[in-house]
């Protein structure tokens, strides 16, 4: 029965998605949704590219929190525009759904914008489930977490696009084999890049930072013909 | 819609939790349900504690993840029985619920054990949404997690019993503030209790160990008299 009722919520969610994506083609926008477990660095990961991308690139963030707006307070004095979504009024999802995205992009106003950033619910497995309309997936693992985490959770590193490997500043400190971990992403998902860096200390960031430029400006190429990253006005 | 749907699961798996809790009871047998983000130490802390509490205290374990049997495996090396539960058979579910731990219950065999640990889903929402027929639940945070978590998934510390602050060893490579981590937990709950420790180095432990020794006394006590951990025959 439980699995039937999440077909039809999946389903319905999928057809609030193409409305979201339809909305974001329509401002030109490059939509990512980043996932990870509660605490893996999503947020400072985030600090960071911001800090870099703008203001040659116009970051936004919608960031999805059960309670609490600390990760919108922390992001929200890079200069980005940045709205939070608590889904504890909303039962207290474990998940952004595509109808909260929509509300939530509508409410910080994505007209000028290139690149929307989702910093979704801290949870390494429903949020691999709902499509919220985003053009590419992250998924952000902490050195801490072992290296076994894309094996017992695969559908999360099956649907992103992109892994970091995150606090690589911990490394001396940890029984953390990096290359069994990279191995085991590329195993459940092979082909996708993994880049290994620490939002704390900025190591590693260039690769990550070149990837999602690259990102945008193929989103704005398609559309406009116009780069606005290389070209702000 | 969701809301309404959710309620109707949550209602079907409490009445299968009060069936649990009768076998259970048949069985003068302390259930612990430990719950966690993934990789903040429970299968670690759990090789420890079986460890330490056995030969005295007979103790099986019902393991939780989407795929694989690393857990169990590691598990299973302490001479403690062991079941594994893939949801992944069940459409990857976030959670453990209780039907799948009737049937892991009663494939394990709960005669001729004092204490049954479930180590759910490596997940910090939806686990807490569902009672399995337990009498406590502990939450492991890993001090790698950051202090705020307590206030950003409240659910999970309000339902617990007591909760544990892992991987202590790395605090002199952090910026986390302990005394905050434990000062969120008690806002969140007041009272619980909270055995910060290393699982990886055995520092700590010991409060624990006597929490969980005088929790399978309390129910032993309470159903025969006679209290099988000091007793062993």
New interface residues.
Partial sequence: M??K??KQ?LEKNLTEADKNRSYFKKHNLFVLNMMS???SGKTETLCRTLKSLMPDIRVGVIVG????T?DADRLAVTGAKVTQINTDQ?????HL?APLIDTAARKLGCEDLDLLIVEN??????PA?FDIGEDARAVVL?V???E??P?????MFQVSDAAILN?VD?LP??DFDDSLAVDNMKKVHPGMPVFAMSA?TGEGLDPWLDWLRQKVKEKQGNHSGVVKSENPS
Same sequence: chains 1, 2.
Avoid: H, Q
């Fill in positions: 439980e699995i009722i999440r919520v477990s509660p605490g929190d059960i309670c609490t600390n909303f039962g207290g999802d474990c759904a619910i801290g949870n390494l497995v429903c489930e902490s801490t977490e072992g076994d985490k094996l017992k959770y695969p559908l606090k911990l400190y940890l704390k």
